[in-house]
């Protein structure tokens, strides 16, 4: 079975503090993919990240990076600096090599950035 | 267009009526799906489209729900005899193809349906 946890349900912080949205991820297959999603106030989800479970490369990309760990079953997303526009709810998803096409999504962390 | 495109962005019915809500994928994407957002439930993945066939039809919550895909492009997702619990906001999303290295899935704005 394929489950993705996001434990933390809502997140509030003051501008310019770091936070972190945690992902834990179950599947068994060996083959998978792991994805991270930003939905703002809009409602549209846009596309932040994926990462393959051969590549245990963690990366950044401006105030943003990625912390994947297969040891601990974690693809966790760290905002450094954050700002009042990364307020949105971020969604962690998982898609397995087993199950064509279909992401599992966790329930999501509403983030609220206060000026 | 640029992106993926849904129509009608909201759609407001009555209990009992059909709808039919429409996806325009990225250009050249030959996977599409479709997703379902509600309140009590989450993301739900509801089916999926490689070309115009569906190999994964199984997140279709019942029979009422159906949805095609001709000419590789444009989808139609339809609800028949539409119930309260069929009000969520739905999503579509396109990818290249599915296969692994392909399958980044880009979402469209989603349309929201209120049943009466």
């Known amino acids: 079975a394929q489950k993705v946890t996001q434990a933390q349900t809502e997140i509030s912080v003051v501008e310019k503090e770091d936070v972190t949205l945690d992902c834990v991820y179950e599947?068994?297959?060996?083959?998978?993919?792991l994805f991270w999603y930003k939905q703002p106030p809009s409602g549209e989800l846009v596309f932040l990240i994926r990462r393959n479970s051969f590549d245990e490369q963690n990366e950044i990309s401006g105030r943003y990076s990625w912390n994947f760990q297969k040891s601990t079953s974690s693809f966790n997303f760290t905002i450094t600096a954050s700002q009042v526009v990364d307020s949105a709810v971020y969604f962690c998803a998982l898609r397995s090599g087993s199950t064509l096409g279909r992401l599992y999504f966790g329930r999501g962390t509403q983030l609220t950035v206060w000026p | 267009g640029a992106g993926v495109s849904q129509s009608p962005s909201n759609k407001v019915t009555e209990k009992g009526k059909d709808v039919e809500l429409r996806c325009d994928p990225i250009?050249?994407?030959?996977?599409l799906y479709w997703y379902r957002q509600s309140l009590g439930q989450g993301l739900e993945f509801l089916i999926y489209?490689?070309?115009?066939?569906?190999?994964?039809k199984s997140g279709l919550p019942s029979d009422r729900f159906s949805a095609e895909r001709t000419g590789g492009s444009v989808s139609t997702l339809t609800i028949q005899r539409t119930q309260q619990e069929d009000s969520a906001v739905y999503l579509c999303?396109?990818?290249?193809?599915?296969?692994?290295?392909?399958?980044?899935?880009?979402f469209g704005p989603g349309t929201r349906l209120l049943v009466l």
């Open positions: 999303a396109s990818s290249l193809s599915s296969a692994g290295n392909q399958e980044t899935q880009y």
């Open positions: 250009s050249g994407h030959t996977a």
């Open positions: 599947t068994r297959d060996t083959t998978y993919y």
């Open positions: 489209f490689q070309g115009n066939s569906a190999p994964d």
